[in-house]
């Protein structure tokens, strides 16, 4: 079990140094036959997502509702593909931009073949999905939605012609947002979250021996995990399988009822599982509630060996969003 506050020094760098060439040794010849991996000095460069918005030129919507509103939004948000992968501040922040938006029955609310710019949740009433196909002239119904249900959600990611046509069949109340919005919020989180993840990783010494670029890779795909007081986060005797950064909270680690050392934000633990799957060495609980960032082995095998294509780097694109 090692930390921020413990390792460091040139004869662990050393150890580490070379221990991480080793591993690097085992990861190509065990994943060469599947992966092809390329020479080291044609390894990726980056993960990437889109260029970030400024900080600066970025302002977040805010649009007010009720307490009601903001659980049934949440409820919509955590049963939908697209927004599993955001954080509870993300979350907070898309609903808090969500605006609210009415039509009359009859209404048209996606027309099929019109530019698609907005994702919509259905609050109140009912609308038909109606599709247009090829060689036909007239619709089919496809679908009818109900309050609680979504649609929309692919004018998020692409700026593409919608698919089928959506018609108010009583008054509705809807909560709309728009494309521009939805990845200003992301891009601004993803950017703020790299620089922090870049600066805390730097100070990881498993990790000096990676580019910046590297570690700007392993910073987009790090997932955050929440802990109550009291949780254990590591548990001594399971196999290592992943690297924890601690963001918030307090935390310790403990072996036979003694503590052995104190975590506080900024502090990570857990390196070593990137290296091998040995037990843990000592159990970590949190002291507070804690959020950490992590990183598992897979993900980190991933990231070192992976050359950049398409079919690599577009799922981690779309898991950093």
């Known amino acids: 079990m090692s930390s921020s506050k413990t390792s460091s020094g040139p004869n662990l760098a050393s150890k580490v140094s070379k221990l991480f060439k080793s591993f690097k040794k085992d990861l190509k010849d065990e994943e060469k036959p599947a992966l092809q991996r390329q020479p080291t000095a044609n390894r990726r460069s980056a993960v990437c997502a889109e260029v970030s918005v400024p900080e600066e030129t970025y302002e977040a919507k805010v649009f007010p509702k009720s307490e009601a509103a903001r659980n049934r939004l949440q409820y919509c948000l955590r049963n939908n593909y697209l927004f599993t992968k955001l954080d509870p501040e993300q979350t907070r922040t ?24 907005c994702f919509y949740f259905l609050e109140d009433g009912k609308c038909e999905v109606w599709v247009l196909k090829p060689g036909k002239t007239t619709e089919a119904l496809m679908k009818t939605y109900s309050p609680g249900e979504s649609f929309g959600e692919l004018a998020l990611l692409y700026n593409a012609p919608r698919a089928a046509t959506v018609k108010a069949i009583t008054d509705c109340t809807l909560w709309a947002v728009d494309r521009v919005t939805f990845r200003s919020i992301l891009l601004h989180s993803t950017s703020s979250k790299r620089k922090m993840y870049e600066k805390f990783l730097q100070d990881v010494p498993l990790l000096k021996s990676l580019s910046k670029d590297e570690r700007a890779a392993i910073s987009d795909v790090l997932n955050v995990e929440y802990f109550d007081a009291g949780e254990n986060i590591i548990i001594e005797g399971q196999p290592g399988e992943k690297f924890y950064l601690l963001e918030e909270g307090d935390a310790e680690a403990k072996k036979g009822g003694n503590v052995l050392m104190r975590y506080k934000r900024g502090d990570y633990f ?4 990137l290296l091998n799957k040995k037990p843990r060495a000592a159990t970590v609980c949190a002291v507070t509630k804690c959020k950490c960032a992590t990183i598992d082995r897979k993900s980190f095998k991933v990231i070192l060996l992976m050359p950049p294509t398409a079919e690599t780097i577009g799922p981690m694109k779309l898991k950093c969003s």
Do not use: M, S
Request: hydrophobic share 45%; net charge negative.
């Open 270 to 273: 857990g390196e070593l599982a």
């Open 94 to 117: 898309v609903i808090d931009a969500v605006e609210e938006v009415k039509y009359k029955a009859g209404d048209i609310i996606i027309k099929q073949g019109a530019p698609g710019d």
